[in-house]
Nanobody, 117 residues
Framework: QVQLVESGGGLVQPGGSLRLSCAAS????????MGWYRQTPGKERELVAS????????NYVDSVKGRFTISRDNAKTTVYLQMNSLKPEDTAVYYC??????????WGQGTQVTVSS
């Protein structure tokens, strides 16, 4: 059974940092591209960052470039999202997801990130 469990969200002030973690199980983790999505109520879900199966390549949406870093530890079957210089517009529920051949097919329950003064 594929499982993705996010953690690490919380309330931070603008300019602060958070590190999100996603613990994966039920599949061969090292075979898959992994990504982080975020969603704000009333808005479309947005792919924030992705990372290749061996961690050698990463991609980011323009709005987070230079501030967020995605990484993974295949031995621990865990993917991370380091979030620095957080802005109020980063407020969202963040989801970890696995990418299949044609798209992202599984995602976790999500973890809330709130950036507010």
């Amino acid at each position: 059974q594929v499982q993705l469990v996010e953690s690490g969200g919380g309330l931070v002030q603008p300019g602060g940092s958070l590190r999100l973690s996603c613990a994966a199980s039920g599949f061969t983790f090292s075979n898959y591209v992994m990504g982080w999505y975020r969603q704000t109520p009333g808005k479309e879900r947005e792919l924030v960052a992705s990372i290749s199966n061996n961690g050698g390549s990463t991609n980011y949406v323009d709005s987070v470039k230079g501030r967020f870093t995605i990484s993974r530890d295949n031995a621990k079957t865990t993917v991370y999202l380091q979030m620095n210089s957080l802005k109020p517009e980063d407020t969202a529920v963040y989801y970890c997801s696995r990418k299949s051949w044609f798209g992202y097919d599984y995602w976790g329950q999500g973890t809330q990130v709130t950036v507010s003064s």
